[in-house]
């Protein structure tokens, strides 16, 4: 069976030109694989996604390269590497110059700022003493101790603190017993033994010696 543009004597010309146009399909088919391959290494860190996205490019042609654009990573590691960096360095300015980034609406605040001009909302609580700000992580007011309420936990002694005033207090009160054994000894000698009242039940001696004369 003879192809009807041999008719025309362009039998060979169209052999030629088919394998051209074929040899180009191949040619941007295996490109289609490297650009997959070479791409999702540059935004993937995942190898096994990376061989997955090659593997499809491979296999279906032009189909798998399609899908794995629309699916791909919108930036590159080293991009996304270095937007992280500028945004902690960012961030390490605004916390030196006092200023932070508002939780609820984003926007750039000052540290001493009780609500956000921006959105309004509550950013920290005022100290009932003092009236400065207060951050949420404080248990008390450092500009002037006071405590907070509700947050300040009670202060209890520790083992330790107890331990080292109990050996004071034993001290203390074995002064306190010399001082009161002390004004015990001074009452007893200040005494006068004269005023002691006699004992009637004492026994009477008789000299017979004087009777007898």
Partial sequence: MTFPLAIFGLDGLFNMVAQLILLAAIVIWLALVWYTF???????EDKLLIRSATVAALIFPLIGTVVYVIVRPPEYIDDRIERELEMEAAAARLASADYQACPHCEEIVAGQFLRCPHCMRKLRDACVACGKPLDPDWLLCPYCESEIPGVTPSRRPSLRREF???PAESERQHEEQ?????????EFEAVDLDTVPEDDSAPIVVDHREETR
């Fill in 178 to 186: 010399e001082v009161a054994e002390f004004e015990q000894v001074a």
């Fill in 38 to 44: 070479t791409d999702a290494r540059r935004r993937l």
């Fill in 164 to 166: 080292e005033d109990q």
